[in-house]
T-cell receptor, first 118, second 115 residues
Framework: AQTVTQSQPEMSVQEAETVTLSCTYD???????LFWYKQPPSRQMILVIR??????QNATENRFSVNFQKAAKSFSLKISDSQLGDAAMYFC???????????????FGKGTLLTVNP | DADVTQTPRNRITKTGKRIMLECSQT?????MYWYRQDPGLGLRLIYY???????NKGEISDGYSVSRQAQAKFSLSLESAIPNQTALYFC??????????????FGPGTRLTVL
């Protein structure tokens, strides 16, 4: 079974600074997807960024980028120019790329609560 | 209008009561999921459905049941609620398509408190 570990329960960053959230995962598969979801106080789960394991290039979405290290099974999220609206719980998630059964489910880490200080 | 809706948004009930949480979607997706979120534990899968006739247990299905009334509707029931089921519940949907259509879209969540 796959597991996802977020070792930082809480992080804080100053507005306009850069912060990196860590995520490691354990899997025996070679083809999979990794995600970062944001959950603000509104509770809504919002997809921030996605990475396909077969792609070597790190995904980027505006101020959000990832550092995907497949051999090390590491998938960190970097937020540049942090804004007050970035304050939220961030979840790392894994999904198998194999079809069928429960492979379509997302396996989540326990989350990192990010505080942005003005 | 939201693509994935959940009712109710908040519910307080008593131990032993039967509770139904409802999820509706207008995205036209085939796959629907129910997750439970507990503080410090992330989200865990309760049940998932690939179509109206295909319902499967997730990792924490004990104490829960589901009904897929239509492609767009997926309900979660707690037959006899217990305080341990106090949590935030999310419904999600995803497309049946190829490898690029794998994003799960989440509803706004239902906060359930069992006294």
């Amino acid at each position: 079974a796959q597991t996802v570990t977020q070792s930082q329960p809480e992080m804080s960053v100053q507005e306009a600074e850069t912060v990196t959230l860590s995520c490691t995962y354990d899997t025996s598969e070679s083809d999979y997807y990794l995600f970062w979801y944001k959950q603000p106080p509104s509770r809504q789960m919002i997809l921030v960024i996605r990475q396909e394991a077969y792609k070597q290039q790190n995904a980027t979405e505006n101020r959000f980028s990832v550092n995907f290290q497949k051999a090390a099974k590491s998938f960190s999220l970097k937020i540049s120019d942090s804004q007050l609206g970035d304050a939220a719980m961030y979840f790392c998630a894994y999904r198998s790329a194999r079809g069928g059964g429960s492979n379509y489910k997302l396996t989540f880490g326990k989350g990192t609560l990010l505080t942005v200080n003005p | 209008d939201a693509d994935v809706t959940q009712t109710p948004r908040n519910r307080i009930t008593k131990t032993g009561k039967r509770i139904m949480l409802e999820c509706s979607q207008t995205k036209g997706h085939d796959r629907m999921y129910w997750y439970r979120q507990d503080p410090g534990l992330g989200l865990r899968l309760i049940y998932y459905s690939f179509d109206v006739k295909d319902i499967n247990k997730g990792e924490i299905s004990d104490g829960y049941s589901v009904s897929r009334q239509a492609q767009a509707k997926f309900s979660l029931s707690l037959e006899s609620a217990i305080p341990n089921q106090t949590a935030l519940y999310f419904c999600a949907t995803s497309d049946l398509g190829g490898r690029f259509y794998n994003e799960q879209f989440f509803g706004p969540g239902t906060r359930l408190t069992v006294l």
